[in-house]
């Protein structure tokens, strides 16, 4: 029997809120469960990374703190999840940062794994 509706929402916005979580203290060990092996990120910066780039720039010191996500939307497309969210955070010179992020998520072998992320930043 398969997982209704509402578990899946549930599933993909907790998953949201770790991978937010793992952004800001740079867990990579959490990434890896959460990344499919043919993840792609597009970065705030215009490049283009694949997992193992992201894991690698995810290990590196994060310079926000307090990073958040807001106004998170999850759309179910069958075994598509497409996760809208805005984020706040504050800059090491104290200002506060802000940008958005679209995640695509695909349930495989009966999980939900990200397959691809669109970053960015204001």
């Known amino acids: 029997m398969g997982a209704s ?5 549930d599933a993909l916005l907790e998953q949201n809120a770790e991978y937010v979580r793992s952004v800001q203290a740079g867990d990579v060990a959490r990434f890896e469960e959460l990344l499919a092996e043919d993840f792609l990120c597009s970065n705030p910066d215009g490049s283009l990374v694949d997992r193992a780039g992201f894991l690698e720039q995810t290990a590196r010191p994060v310079p926000v703190s307090g990073l958040q996500a807001h106004d998170v939307r999850v759309r179910l497309l069958g075994d598509v999840a497409l996760v809208h969210g805005r ?11 802000g940008g958005r992020y679209t995640d695509v998520w695909e349930r495989r072998g009966g999980r939900w794994l990200a397959v691809a992320a669109h970053v960015t930043r204001g």
């Open 5 to 9: 509706r509402q578990d899946d929402l």
């Open 87 to 97: 984020t706040t955070y504050t800059r090491p010179d104290g200002s506060v940062g």
